[in-house]
Structure formats: structure tokens, C-alpha cells
């Protein structure tokens, strides 16, 4: 369904919880990249040591849905 959404495109996706299935689906289709118009996130911080490839004892504050996967975070954001 995802995948059926987004190459209608152009789209506007929200994430609320953890970045895994968009993270995921961005992996392996980046030719459809450009058909996601807007992406809005719930979750992080832009200027916080640590909250991104964190460890629970090194940022207790890093906020969950960035902490729960964040190298689907990382492939979101860049």
C-alpha cells in the first residue's frame, strides 16, 4: 500500500511513531524519493548532542521515536 501511494505521488507523509517502514521503504525505492512532496516527523531534536546513534545511558532525554531506530531516522532525514 505504501508503495502504491507514493508513486501515485506527489505526497505528503507524516510519521508518528518510529522512521523504520519509511526508512525502510526509501532504501529500497529511492527513484520514488522525489515523489514524497513534504515529510512531517514527530519526534528529536535539531541541536541536541547525542540524539541521534545514541546509547540510553549517554542521552537519557533522546526522545523515543528518533531512539527506537535511528539509522531509519538518519535515512529519513538525509
Do not use: W
Not at 508503495?3 to 526509501?26: D, R
Not at 542521552?59 to 532525514?77: C, H, K, L, S
Request: aromatic share 12%.
Amino acid at each position: 500500500m505504501l508503495t502504491e501511494k507514493i508513486s501515485a505521488g506527489p505526497i505528503t507523509v507524516l510519521i508518528t511513531g518510529a522512521h523504520t517502514n519509511i526508512g525502510v521503504f526509501l532504501m529500497n525505492n529511492p527513484h520514488l524519493k522525489n515523489n514524497i512532496e513534504h515529510i512531517y516527523a514527530m519526534g528529536g531534536a535539531v541541536r541536541s548532542d547525542g540524539n541521534l546513534f545514541a546509547d540510553l545511558y549517554s542521552n537519557p532525554y533522546a526522545e523515543f521515536n528518533i531512539f527506537a531506530d535511528p539509522f531509519a531516522a538518519y535515512q529519513v532525514f538525509n
